[in-house]
């Protein structure tokens, strides 16, 4: 019996990024940027340092795990490409979809050279449109740390998301011997035509600036 949930379709393009499905010829870039440590810094607890970094066949496991997740339509992941270099910027998607419940957990990673500049959010606005739009999901959960100041406010300030709640040493760091608080936040289908048009306008007014500065 053929599964008829719809999905999102690859590659899809912004102004400046391509997402891509998951390849063996990204596994290079994506293990040397799991195992960055100032790209990783609020992510410590995934960036492996304890035995110095992600080994390539953990990197070829996740791939293949992600893969498998896309075919029986679990989850979702883009793989973050810069147009103008070809070179990997970082990645995002749904690390779960419920089907049932019409959710999904999602997030982010990119290389520090893009974390400013627009560009999470240019990755950000298509996967929660292809979320919202395309799979019509009812909620998007982000799962986030304090110390993560950028992601905290692209959700509180940029789309006036609250706090939901926070998940009190919810993840052990090996690298530090610690427990880790997750903040956790939720935007639900009634969100999303305001969240879009305010990420449509500042992608928008990003790209009025880029503009300017390349005529200046």
């Known amino acids: ?23 063996d010829k990204d ?27 992600w080994t390539d066949q953990e990197i070829v496991s996740r791939r293949e795990t992600q ?5 029986e339509k679990r989850g979702s992941t883009f793989y ?4 103008a270099t070809h070179e990997l910027a970082g990645v995002t998607g749904a690390n779960s979809i419920n089907w049932d419940d019409r959710n999904a957990v999602v997030g982010i990673i990119l290389w520090k050279k893009y974390w400013s500049g627009g560009y999470g959010t240019e990755a950000l606005y298509e996967l929660m449109r292809g979320l919202f739009e395309d799979l019509k999901m009812h909620k998007v959960i982000y ?22 709640f926070v998940r009190k040493e919810e993840v ?15 935007i639900f289908e009634s969100d999303w035509p305001r969240i879009s048009a305010v990420l449509q ?10 503009a300017a500065s390349h005529q200046a």
């Open 143 to 164: 799962d986030t740390t304090e110390r993560n100041v950028g992601m905290r406010r692209f959700l509180e300030e940029t789309c006036g998301v609250p706090l939901a």
């Open 201 to 210: 306008e500042s992608m928008r007014r990003g790209a009025a600036k880029a």
């Open 1 to 23: 019996m053929t599964d008829e949930k719809p999905y999102i379709q690859l590659p899809i393009e912004t102004a400046r990024l391509t997402l891509d499905p998951p390849s």
């Open 67 to 71: 893969c498998k997740a896309i075919a």
């Open 27 to 53: 596994d290079a870039a994506m293990r040397a940027m799991f195992s960055d440590l100032e790209t990783m810094a609020y992510l410590r607890p995934m960036a492996k340092e304890w035995q110095n970094g």
């Open 172 to 186: 052990w760091c090996k690298a530090t011997n610690q427990w880790v608080d997750l903040w956790n936040y939720q």
């Open 80 to 83: 973050i490409h810069d147009k």
